[in-house]
C-alpha cells in the first residue's frame, strides 16, 4: 500500500537520496580544498601519518548534518530572515558603540578590529568586514572551519550549489516537498561582492580566521588589549566554565572596547557526564589547547541570565545596555517544521572601562 500512489514511499526515498548526492557534491569540493589546505593526500597510504580515511565518529555524522543546515542559516537568500535579526543588530551596536566606519566610509582612520568568537560558517565575519570592520573570526571545530574556508575562499559564483537542508529529517514534516526544499548558496559571493564595494570607493575591512582554542588563544599575553570589540552571537553558552571567557575577552579587549552579546543561555555541557579524567576528545577540533585548559577544562556550571550579567560586571566590565528580546529567533530552524524552537535572546552591551 504504501509503496503505491498516493504514498509512493519508494519513490520518495529515492527522491530524498537524490537529495542528499547533491549535498554530497558540496561536500567533496569541502573535502578536497580541505585536503589541499592540510596537505594531505587524496589517495593516502592505508596506516600511513598522513591516512585520515576511517576517522569519522558517529557524532561528525550530526555535525556534519548540522553544517549543512548552517549553510541554509549563513549563506541562502532563504536563511537570512533568521540570521539578519542578530547581524543587524550586531552592526548597530558598533555603530553605536564604536561610532565605528560603515560601508560607506572612506576616511583614513585605522577601522576598528573586531573578534567573533564561535565564527561558524563565517557570515558574521564577512557581514562586518563588508560594513568597513578589520574582523577575525575565531573557530574550534573542524567541520565549521572546513566549510567556511570553502565558502569564503573557493566557491565559484553566487547561487551556483543546490543545497537541500532538510533531507535527511523525517520528522515533523508537513509535506515531502517541505522536506525536499532545494535553495542556492552562496546568496552572494563574497569575492565579488568585495570586490565591487570597494570599486565603488566602500571601505572594506580586512577578513581573518583563527583555528584555535578561544580560550586558549585569546587569554595569552600576545593577545592582550588587541581587540576594539568582541561581538558573541550565540556563543557565551558554549562554555563550560563561563568566567574563563569572560576573562579572556577582557583580556583580549583594549581599554574601552566593547563586549557585544547575542544569544540564549543553552548551556551546551548541562547534561554531560563529568569527564573525570581532564582529557578532552580532540577528534573534531582544530586545537593549540594546553592540558586541562580552554573548552576542555574539567567542571562546568550554569547561571541564569541576571547571574551572567553580574558575573561579567564582577569581571571588570561595565554593562551599558541590557535587555531580552522577546522576538522569537530560530537556529537553523525549518519555517515549514510542525516543530519550532524559538528562543528569547538576551541582548547586552558591556564595556572594559579606559
Request: glycine share 8%.
Amino acid at each position: 500500500m504504501l509503496s503505491d500512489p498516493p504514498f509512493s514511499l519508494l519513490d520518495n526515498l529515492n527522491a530524498v537520496d537524490d537529495a542528499i548526492d547533491h549535498n554530497a557534491e558540496i561536500a567533496d569540493e569541502i573535502l578536497a580544498h580541505g585536503l589541499e589546505a592540510f596537505g594531505l593526500p587524496t589517495d593516502p597510504p592505508k596506516g600511513s601519518g598522513k591516512d585520515w580515511t576511517g576517522k569519522a565518529r558517529p557524532h561528525d555524522i550530526a555535525k556534519a548534518h548540522s553544517t549543512i543546515r548552517q549553510f541554509y542559516r549563513d549563506w541562502s537568500h532563504e536563511g537570512y530572515s533568521e540570521r539578519r535579526f542578530c547581524n543587524d543588530i550586531a552592526l548597530q551596536d558598533l555603530k553605536w558603540a564604536l561610532n565605528g566606519p560603515l560601508s560607506h566610509n572612506t576616511s583614513s582612520k585605522p577601522a576598528p578590529k573586531i573578534l567573533v568568537p564561535g565564527a561558524g560558517l563565517g557570515r558574521l565575519v564577512f557581514d562586518l568586514a563588508l560594513a568597513g570592520y578589520d574582523v577575525e573570526g575565531n573557530e574550534l571545530s573542524y567541520h565549521q572551519l572546513l566549510a567556511s574556508n570553502w565558502i569564503l575562499n573557493q566557491a565559484h559564483a553566487k547561487m551556483a550549489y543546490p543545497l537541500f537542508p532538510f533531507a535527511s529529517t523525517f520528522s515533523n514534516v508537513v509535506s515531502r516537498k517541505d522536506q525536499l526544499r532545494r535553495v542556492l548558496i552562496p546568496d552572494v559571493h563574497p569575492g565579488q561582492v568585495s570586490a565591487a564595494a570597494a570599486a565603488q570607493g566602500s571601505s572594506v575591512g580586512r577578513m581573518d580566521m583563527t583555528a584555535a582554542d578561544f580560550v586558549v588563544l585569546y587569554s595569552d599575553a600576545a593577545q592582550r588589549e588587541t581587540f576594539d570589540a568582541v561581538v558573541a552571537v550565540f556563543f557565551i553558552d558554549t562554555a563550560p566554565n563561563l568566567i574563563r571567557y569572560i576573562k579572556t575577552i577582557h583580556n583580549c579587549l583594549k581599554p574601552g572596547g566593547v563586549f557585544v552579546n547575542l544569544g540564549p543561555l543553552l548551556w551546551h555541557f548541562d547534561d554531560r557526564a563529568p569527564n573525570l579524567n581532564g582529557n578532552k576528545d580532540e577528534s573534531n577540533v582544530a586545537t593549540n589547547s594546553r592540558k586541562d585548559q580552554g573548552i576542555g577544562e574539567p567542571g562546568s556550571f550554569e547561571l541564569t541570565n541576571e547571574e551572567v550579567l553580574l558575573l561579567v560586571e564582577k569581571l571588570g566590565f561595565e554593562i551599558e545596555k541590557q535587555e531580552i528580546l522577546n522576538e522569537g529567533v530560530g537556529y537553523i530552524q525549518n519555517p515549514q517544521s510542525m516543530i519550532q524552537n524559538m528562543y528569547r535572546v538576551s541582548h547586552w552591551i558591556a564595556r572594559k572601562p579606559s
